[in-house]
């Protein structure tokens, strides 16, 4: 459970101020009216916020124990210099001033809540129509999720019917991505985390198949910092003619997988592909779809596209029956994609990432 964040401060306007932004982080406030602060809250709260009426007062030492990190002396007058002053007897880590510095705190309230490295990005690419990104990208994530692995799922073409579609969760209730178009700024983690839809383990943010605004650059972005500030892993599933949102999100892959399959034509149209989108990507690389002996080889594409390979996925028998029953691509931990999945997820530089 996390611990609250610990407000002193007898101002109205003030404590209003300090509430409103850490309902916005999904925040628990604990106000101290005054007295002793709750044993133990003073030394576990991952944030103090101080208004200056308090600091004026000058608080003995029951009702300001002593210095620790993370504590912000909030003032509201510009114009008073003296408040670094009692912010520097305090021991205080910033002084903000209301309204002004109200995107500062709003982020640092959001840090203390939500502690940790981001979560790595995974980015899964068609080569060209019909390569099996969509069916790579959910496998990556139900094989994930099996492991115990937190992982959420983000389906970023609006043209592909929708993921939950492939999951077999179009009934799931939680938002789909018409939802979020709205979004900007930074939302809470853990809001997203518990709104989503679950299916098979993973958490699914999914396109629906009702007319919908195009998605922002900023929406994007605002919602993959959510989802990878929860930790474990986020899967994207990426359109291969890349809009403004598409864009935002290739810049923030830790892994790019280009799914190509072993003809002349697919290695034609994975050209084009990675002309839009290799500047993009920090570590972009090709999963080769070789077919039964005849075409490209993996090595074959990987010299020909000049990036490196992250492993040849054959066809798996069987799945266009499982998805007619509703088994998800990467359910039967002994197919082709599940072992694939495992092995891709267990040497790569992500794998590392996780583990941290």
Same mark, same amino acid.
């Given at each position: 459970m996390t611990?609250?964040?610990?407000?002193?401060?007898?101002?109205?306007?003030? %404590?209003?101020d300090l509430l409103r932004l850490c /309902?916005?982080?999904? +925040? #628990?406030p604990e106000v101290v009216h005054g007295g002793t602060v709750p044993a133990?809250?003073?030394?576990?709260?991952?944030l103090v916020l101080l208004g200056d009426d308090r600091a004026l007062a000058r608080p003995g030492p029951e009702q300001w124990p002593g210095r620790r990190p993370g504590?912000?002396?909030?003032?509201?007058?510009?114009?008073?210099?003296?408040?670094?002053e009692r912010g520097l007897a305090l021991g205080v880590e910033q002084v903000v001033h %209301?309204?002004?510095?109200?995107?500062?705190? /709003?982020?640092?309230? +959001? #840090?203390?809540v939500e502690p940790g490295a981001p979560a790595p990005a995974v980015g899964v690419i068609g080569g060209r129509g019909g390569?099996?990104?969509?069916?790579?990208?959910?496998?990556?994530?139900?094989?994930?999720?099996?492991?115990?692995?937190?992982?959420?799922?983000?389906?970023?073409?609006?043209l592909g019917g929708g993921l939950d579609v492939v999951l077999g969760s179009e009934g799931a209730a939680g938002p789909r991505w018409p939802a979020l178009l709205s979004a900007r700024g930074r939302l809470p983690g853990r809001v997203l985390d518990e709104s989503l839809p679950r299916a098979h383990g993973?958490?699914?943010?999914?396109?629906?198949?009702?007319?919908?605004?195009?998605?922002?650059?900023?929406?994007?972005?605002?919602?993959?910092a959510a989802a990878r500030r929860g930790g474990g892993l986020v899967v994207l599933d990426l359109p291969r003619t890349a809009d403004e949102a598409a864009h935002a999100a290739l810049t923030q892959l830790d892994l790019g997988l280009l799914v190509v399959p072993g003809d002349l034509r697919a290695l034609a149209a994975a050209r084009r592909v990675i002309a839009t989108t290799g500047s993009r990507v920090r570590d972009l690389r090709i999963v080769a779809r070789p077919g039964a002996g005849h075409g490209l080889t993996g090595e074959e594409l990987s010299r020909l596209l000049d990036l490196p390979?992250?492993?040849?996925?054959?066809?798996?028998?069987?799945?266009?029956?499982?998805?007619?029953?509703?088994?998800?691509?990467?359910?039967?931990?002994?197919?082709?994609?599940?072992?694939?999945?495992?092995?891709?997820l267990n040497r790569s530089t992500v794998a590392a990432e996780v583990a941290a």
């Amino acid at each position: 459970m996390t611990e609250s964040i610990l407000i002193f401060t007898e101002d109205d306007g003030t %404590l209003d101020d300090l509430l409103r932004l850490c /309902a916005a982080a999904g +925040a #628990e406030p604990e106000v101290v009216h005054g007295g002793t602060v709750p044993a133990g809250r003073w030394e576990r709260a991952p944030l103090v916020l101080l208004g200056d009426d308090r600091a004026l007062a000058r608080p003995g030492p029951e009702q300001w124990p002593g210095r620790r990190p993370g504590v912000v002396l909030v003032g509201r007058d510009l114009d008073d210099h003296t408040v670094w002053e009692r912010g520097l007897a305090l021991g205080v880590e910033q002084v903000v001033h %209301l309204p002004g510095d109200e995107p500062w705190l /709003a982020e640092r309230i +959001a #840090e203390a809540v939500e502690p940790g490295a981001p979560a790595p990005a995974v980015g899964v690419i068609g080569g060209r129509g019909g390569a099996g990104a969509s069916t790579l990208a959910c496998a990556l994530a139900v094989t994930a999720a099996a492991t115990g692995l937190r992982t959420t799922l983000i389906d970023c073409d609006p043209l592909g019917g929708g993921l939950d579609v492939v999951l077999g969760s179009e009934g799931a209730a939680g938002p789909r991505w018409p939802a979020l178009l709205s979004a900007r700024g930074r939302l809470p983690g853990r809001v997203l985390d518990e709104s989503l839809p679950r299916a098979h383990g993973v958490r699914l943010l999914s396109w629906d198949r009702s007319d919908a605004a195009p998605l922002s650059a900023d929406a994007m972005r605002s919602v993959l910092a959510a989802a990878r500030r929860g930790g474990g892993l986020v899967v994207l599933d990426l359109p291969r003619t890349a809009d403004e949102a598409a864009h935002a999100a290739l810049t923030q892959l830790d892994l790019g997988l280009l799914v190509v399959p072993g003809d002349l034509r697919a290695l034609a149209a994975a050209r084009r592909v990675i002309a839009t989108t290799g500047s993009r990507v920090r570590d972009l690389r090709i999963v080769a779809r070789p077919g039964a002996g005849h075409g490209l080889t993996g090595e074959e594409l990987s010299r020909l596209l000049d990036l490196p390979l992250a492993g040849e996925l054959p066809d798996e028998p069987g799945l266009a029956a499982a998805a007619e029953r509703g088994d998800p691509p990467g359910r039967h931990t002994r197919g082709v994609l599940a072992r694939f999945c495992t092995a891709l997820l267990n040497r790569s530089t992500v794998a590392a990432e996780v583990a941290a």
